[in-house]
């Protein structure tokens, strides 16, 4: 028999300590055994504590289909896009969605993330107090729109984040709610709704634009819309799925990563000298040989001659962040302590064996890159911020599950690592950032792991020119 841990309530089940502290209720369980029987509410699921039982779990994605009550709650605004879509889906949209994110492509969206990053580097004025998870939000859905969907206008971009927002912070409340209880129109539900609907509506008028004027514009949606695998072409509604899932994926995971990195470099002073001295050698080698592999991040905001910008891009995706080893393993470090998708749901579709336990068909099984990230056995000392910890070692070859494993690893990482580290590049370039006094950095577990405000002052750093806001 698969263990309980106790504590748990007739009708609740686990449900209270659950919504009390979430992320520590999750590290109480491998003390149980490597599979644990858990129940929140109505929701019985089977959480996997061991690292090799969840590798088989994300690698047999036929047994262990996409569902369970995240996915569930996710698809109400997502749709049946690539990240939602169950394993008989998954195959043939992946192959209209790759094409997307090629390494030709993505280093030609560095261009325009380098440009994003510039914009907001340049907005802020000396000893200002920002929000930066606020910022970073809205800097990266701009980047978003301009990289992956280019005719989605920015006239209001600020209520479209806002609504991405509403939607992933509501899908985390709903999801431990009986699904009757959603349709009730409680205040909360109607936002929901109504943020949804905005949505789903403004993006399925872009694809109707794209639809009339099939152009490749090189982004998501001509790549979609162009889609065609044996004469069978894309819906309106499967593309409006997929713009619905990259976007709200996207901007989400390149936020809080780079907020997080931001948070624990404020934290680690002397780290934070290395990225900025590894961030301004990179710019002074731009000069002859261009090691972002993009005009210099921050050239444009702090007036650098053109000259030192007119490298052409590279045509790979690494050469995008050549030069920047230190800056690209605090984003990695800052995914591994603060994974956005803490906590993720499969559900059997077959009667199996995990481990040695029999799960009948319909079991959901529950695994948490934000559990296995703070074991030691696989991290040592795993709570403390040491980007060292991933010199020379390959992510994909450890026990780092941040972006996924298996045949459903994120499509989109190389591009979420290489924006991040632009981000954070072009910030540590500009800027000291130290954490306002008084205001409380909190994690803010709901269907990613974001953070909540984090109020920062903004320095500019001794001898750079002022930025100006970058157009």
């Known amino acids: 028999?698969?263990?309980?841990?106790?504590?748990?309530?007739?009708?609740?089940?686990?449900?209270?300590?659950?919504?009390?502290?979430?992320?520590?209720?999750l590290r109480s369980l491998p003390r149980y055994g490597g599979l644990v029987q858990i129940r929140l509410g109505p929701v019985s699921a089977v959480v996997v504590c061991d690292l090799e039982l969840t590798r088989h779990v994300l690698r047999e994605d036929r047994v262990f289909d996409k569902g369970g009550f995240l996915f569930e709650r996710v698809r109400d605004f997502a749709g049946n896009g690539?990240?939602?879509?169950?394993?008989?889906?998954?195959?043939?949209?992946?192959?209209?969605?790759?094409?997307?994110?090629?390494?030709?492509?993505?280093?030609?969206?560095?261009?325009?993330?380098?440009?994003?990053?510039?914009?907001?580097?340049?907005?802020?004025?000396?000893?200002?107090?920002?929000?930066?998870?606020?910022?970073?939000?809205?800097?990266?859905?701009?980047?978003?729109?301009?990289?992956?969907?280019?005719?989605l206008p920015f006239t209001g971009l600020q209520e479209t984040v806002d609504d991405f927002v509403l939607l992933i912070g509501g899908s985390y409340r709903r999801m431990l709610l009986p699904h009757r209880l959603n349709r009730i129109p409680l205040p909360a539900n109607r936002r929901y709704d109504a943020a949804r609907t905005r949505l789903v509506r403004l993006v399925d008028e872009v694809v109707t634009?794209?639809?009339?004027?099939?152009?490749?514009?090189?982004?998501?949606?001509?790549?979609?819309?162009?889609?065609?695998?044996?004469?069978?072409?894309?819906?309106?509604?499967?593309?409006?799925?997929?713009?619905?899932?990259?976007?709200?994926?996207?901007?989400?995971?390149?936020?809080?990563?780079?907020?997080?990195?931001?948070?624990?470099?404020?934290?680690?002073?002397?780290?934070?000298?290395?990225?900025?001295?590894?961030?301004?050698?990179?710019?002074?080698?731009?000069?002859?040989?261009?090691?972002?592999?993009?005009?210099?991040?921050?050239?444009?905001?702090?007036?650098?001659?053109?000259?030192?910008?007119?490298?052409?891009?590279?045509?790979?995706?690494?050469?995008?962040?050549d030069g920047l080893e230190l800056t690209t393993r605090v984003v990695r470090e800052a995914v591994r302590l603060y994974s956005p998708g803490w906590l993720l749901t499969r559900v059997t579709a077959t009667d199996t064996e995990l481990g040695a336990h029999r799960l009948r068909e319909g079991t959901t099984v529950v695994y948490s890159p934000y559990l296995l990230h703070r074991q030691s056995a696989l991290f040592p000392d795993p709570d403390r911020f040491d980007p060292e910890r991933w010199v020379g070692v390959h992510p994909q070859r450890g026990p780092f599950i941040g972006f996924g494993a298996g045949p459903r690893r994120c499509v989109g990482e190389q591009f979420g690592m290489t924006e991040s580290v632009l981000l954070l590049a072009t910030i540590m370039r500009a800027w000291r950032l130290e954490h306002v006094p008084g205001r409380t950095v909190r994690e803010l577990p709901l269907a990613t792991l974001r953070p909540g405000p984090v109020w920062m002052r903004a320095t500019r750093r001794d001898g750079l020119a002022s930025t100006g806001a970058a157009g």
């Open 1 to 25: 028999m698969i263990p309980r841990p106790p504590g748990g309530l007739p009708l609740l089940g686990h449900l209270v300590p659950f919504l009390r502290d979430p992320l520590a209720f």
């Open 82 to 151: 690539l990240v939602t879509c169950p394993h008989a889906d998954h195959r043939r949209q992946r192959r209209y969605v790759q094409p997307a994110f090629r390494a030709d492509r993505i280093a030609r969206y560095t261009e325009v993330m380098a440009r994003e990053a510039r914009r907001l580097a340049g907005s802020w004025s000396d000893g200002q107090e920002v929000d930066i998870t606020a910022e970073l939000s809205l800097a990266a859905g701009r980047s978003l729109v301009s990289t992956l969907f280019t005719r």
């Open 209 to 321: 634009a794209y639809r009339a004027d099939p152009e490749d514009r090189g982004d998501l949606v001509s790549t979609l819309v162009a889609a065609d695998a044996g004469g069978q072409v894309l819906s309106n509604a499967e593309v409006t799925d997929q713009v619905m899932t990259i976007f709200a994926a996207g901007f989400d995971t390149i936020a809080n990563s780079t907020v997080w990195a931001l948070h624990l470099l404020a934290q680690h002073p002397d780290i934070a000298d290395r990225v900025r001295a590894e961030v301004d050698a990179a710019h002074v080698r731009a000069a002859g040989v261009n090691v972002l592999g993009v005009n210099a991040p921050e050239a444009d905001a702090l007036g650098v001659g053109a000259a030192e910008t007119a490298a052409t891009p590279a045509a790979g995706t690494s050469a995008s962040v």
